[in-house]
């Protein structure tokens, strides 16, 4: 077996990891609160390896088969503010997801707080997830054109009427998360959910992402090089294996 021609195998399909993970956060690095895809690379031995079959394994005859595996993760970091003057338009400030109950029922979580109005005059993001308080009920604003307040604290008031205060929940497990279409996220039973004691709410603004459109760009430029040099190494290897079995006939 040879071991340079699998290593090569494994680090191209690595590779492939990675670059469907940098396409993506090109791809939504314009959407509100995405949050970018990263890949952990690390090695794995698979045992030594008797490079003289005929003498007994020792430090002068052995080899180390290493193999290097892609582990998918995401980054939590916060992404900038940028204002919009827009009454629905929400940003968080530190740590914390705005809860919201998805079409079906579910409940969700993002930090993409680019809201608007239902024609039932429920708050909704635009995949028509509703909006929740803490007592988890939709927010629903009154009839008539008094204007909507959110507090720092995520109190709204629509005039001097209180419409509740925005869910707010934050994970000790973020890890635990699991990322869907359109900046959500839902969370197992391990992500360790608690409400957020003393949120910071900024109203007519919102989050960007934390995607850095330019260091996507050079990652991508350096998976290529690396892709080439591991196909390089596998035709090298292939060329010398059927030169090798022409001579031994």
Known sequence: MN???????ASLSALERWQE???QNMTSSQTSGYRKRTVQFSTESTGKLNLNPGSKLSSSNEMQSVF???NNGISFTGGETEPTHRDLDLAL????FFEIKTPDGGRAYTRSGQFQMRADRTVVTAGNCELLTEGGSPIVMLPGSAP?????NGTVYQGTTALGKVSIQKFSNTDALIPSAGGLFTASPAAGMSAVEKPDLL???IEQSNVQPLREMVDMVLISRAYEANQKIITTVDQQMEKTLQALG
């Open 3 to 9: 071991i340079g021609l699998y290593q090569s195998a």
């Open 203 to 205: 109203q007519g603004y």
């Open 68 to 70: 290097t595996r892609a």
């Open 21 to 23: 993970a940098v396409a």
């Open 93 to 96: 400030q530190g740590e914390g």
């Open 148 to 152: 909507l307040t959110f507090n720092q």
